[in-house]
């Protein structure tokens, strides 16, 4: 018998309303009285149109009205019939792509020594010995040009700068800009500027210069004293606090081109998401806060198990109801994950890879090698070329079909596959040793946040939703 | 749409391409999603249907398939081993000249087996 079953979809609730996130497609349905009728009918069991129809009829709805909603149930994969559909194949992106983004690591060195640093921690995978350890200004210039380049059809494309700390070499970050600047007007395009640093080096002629550029600014930094202390600490072993917090105070103070964020990682020991949140916003004067757990190899003592996950995700989700209130009432929240969330549910992006990393973004090592991103580069794994001869396009290729949703067979039956796609590369790595393996260990976190997010769009979407015409424009260009 | 409400974007292009590809037809609509059917050969002889062979005035003028497609029907989709050569085992290339049966059909190559 041919019958009507559930399509692929996480139904959840937000504001009183009910909602359904489809999979694959990424779209948001409110459901209203006869579609979730249908719905609850077809839980767990097959029936036949027919059988649908006389259920609902005698429930008083017009058989009319059933058939309308069956039509529009099945039409938006809502609800399947027989067979079901075929799920549209996700090809690989068409050859060459072009850049959007490079992420620069100016130099592998660092001022601080961060026991959990993927760099230079127990977990790196870098293998720099011999190479440059600052970046030349040729090789920069070489790396905007190839940035350039590469980027055909993109009006704007942005450049990172990275480290180690970047500010150690500040010099080649100053020259770069201006060169960028320059070389890019010539083409007609335009570039944006970021760069993530630990804040150590900061001076007043560096913010000014910063403010002026209009560049981009992500601190990194654990919270208040004591948890930064932990493990953000100098060669010596001291804690980097007290001398990042003042220029931290400065920077926000004089940097107002752009929001200033920070960036947490949270360790076994440093998980208290609210009172860092707090600290960081209304002690430091951040704009924007997000918070990563860190990535290591599970037997590491900062290492987060699935109990402290469990913990981050209680954190999170309390400090996104805070987020929830000021949307509501049309304010602005500092927390960047719910944010970032946000911004993928609403557009529903539903990706065919975790990251644009080996895509439309790629990390270049000091000394101008190529890697997926910037915790890639210098490693074997993930290497992708030089800025001189251009990407290893077979490389690339390779990455582009191992890394691709379709190869996740883990992830087949996940509903948060279209906004997890399998997860970070370089977790993977350096969990599975793999850079396309699925990150099993934090499935059940993503589908915990990404339902918490689903509540609270829909909370937005019900009780204020001109708040989400702020993410209607797509962050990229 | 009446019975789903689009909330975010892609639900809305989820909306306008159903709205191009089932709006307009509105009978369709009321039947439910096609089944899945058999096969049927457009011009097989057990399918007595105008279009096939000659239309309703006797020629060949008004049918809906040009009469050449017949070739294709036996060759390919008919089930009934009909006068064509054996293009699975012997012939594979027979129609290659053929690129478009209405214009092409005299290149089809004879077989003398």
Redesign the interface.
């Known amino acids: 018998m041919s019958a009507y079953r559930q399509g692929e979809f996480h139904a959840f609730e937000g504001g009183g309303q009910d909602y359904l996130y489809l999979v694959p497609s990424a779209a948001i349905f409110a459901l209203e009285d006869v579609s979730k009728a249908v719905l609850g009918l077809l839980k767990d069991r097959e029936l036949s149109r027919d059988q649908i129809v006389a259920e609902l009829v005698e429930r008083g709805y017009s058989r009319s009205t059933i058939e309308e909603t069956l039509n529009e149930l099945h039409q938006a994969h809502a609800i399947a019939f027989g067979d079901g559909f075929t799920e549209p194949r996700l090809d690989p992106p068409q050859q060459p792509f072009p850049l959007q983004t490079v992420v620069m690591n100016v130099t592998n060195q660092c001022n601080l020594s961060c026991s959990y640093c993927y760099e230079y921690g127990e977990d790196r995978i870098s293998t720099p010995d011999g190479k440059t350890k600052f970046m030349s200004e040729e090789t920069a210039r070489g790396t905007v040009d190839f940035l350039l380049n590469q980027s055909p059809g993109r009006r704007m494309v942005h450049l990172t700068f990275f480290g180690g700390e970047t500010l150690l070499n500040f010099k080649v970050v100053k020259s770069t800009i201006e060169y960028a600047r320059n070389k890019a007007a010539e083409m007609g395009k335009d570039v944006d500027f970021s760069m993530t640093t630990n804040a150590t080096m900061l001076t007043s002629e560096i913010i000014s210069f910063l403010a002026e550029n209009n560049v981009g600014v992500t601190v990194s930094i654990d919270g208040p004293k004591e948890s930064n202390d932990k493990f953000r600490v100098f060669h010596n072993g001291k804690g980097s606090y007290d001398v990042i917090a003042p220029k931290i105070k400065e920077l926000v103070k004089v940097h107002r081109s752009r929001p200033i964020g920070a960036r947490v990682t949270l360790t076994a020991q440093v998980v208290d998401v609210k009172k860092i949140f707090r600290h960081l916003t209304d002690e430091m004067g951040f704009d924007e806060v997000g918070f990563a757990p860190v990535t290591t190899s599970p037997v590491r003592l900062y290492a987060i198990g699935s109990n402290g996950l469990d913990k981050v995700l209680e954190q999170f989700t309390e400090l996104a109801r805070e987020y929830l209130e000021y949307a509501l009432a049309n304010k602005h929240h500092g927390f960047s994950n719910v944010n970032d969330t946000l911004q993928e549910l609403h557009q529903g992006v539903s990706k065919a890879y975790p990251c644009g990393a080996g895509l439309g973004l790629l990390g270049v090592s000091p000394s101008g090698d190529i890697g997926l991103c910037h915790r890639f580069v210098d490693s074997p794994a993930g290497k992708l070329g030089h800025v001189d001869t251009g990407i290893d396009r077979q490389a690339q290729a390779e990455h582009l079909t191992r890394g691709h949703i379709n190869t996740k067979y883990d992830c087949h039956t996940c509903w948060a596959r279209p906004v997890c796609s399998g997860g970070c590369y370089h977790e993977a790595y350096v969990r599975y040793g793999d850079t396309s393996h699925a990150n099993l260990h934090y499935c059940d976190w993503i589908r915990g946040w990404t339902d918490v997010c689903l509540r609270i769009y829909g909370e937005i979407a019900a009780r204020n939703p001109r708040y989400l015409e702020r993410f209607d424009e797509r962050k990229a260009i | 749409?009446?019975?789903?409400?689009?909330?975010?974007?892609?639900?809305v292009?989820?909306?306008e391409f159903?709205a191009a590809?089932?709006g307009d037809v509105h009978g369709l609509?009321?039947q439910?999603?096609p089944?899945?059917r058999p096969h049927y050969p457009l011009g097989c002889s057990l399918v007595f249907s105008p279009g096939w062979e000659t239309d309703s005035a006797g020629g060949t003028a008004g049918l809906c398939q040009p009469v050449e497609r017949d070739l294709y029907d036996c060759y390919i989709t008919c089930f009934w081993p009909a006068q064509v050569p054996d293009h699975f085992n012997n012939y594979p290339d027979w129609t290659s000249k053929c690129a478009s049966a209405t214009k092409d059909w005299r290149n089809i190559d004879l077989v003398f087996p």
């Open positions: 749409m009446k019975h789903l409400k689009a909330v975010n974007r892609k639900a292009r989820v909306e159903i590809e089932f609509m009321q439910g999603p089944q899945q």
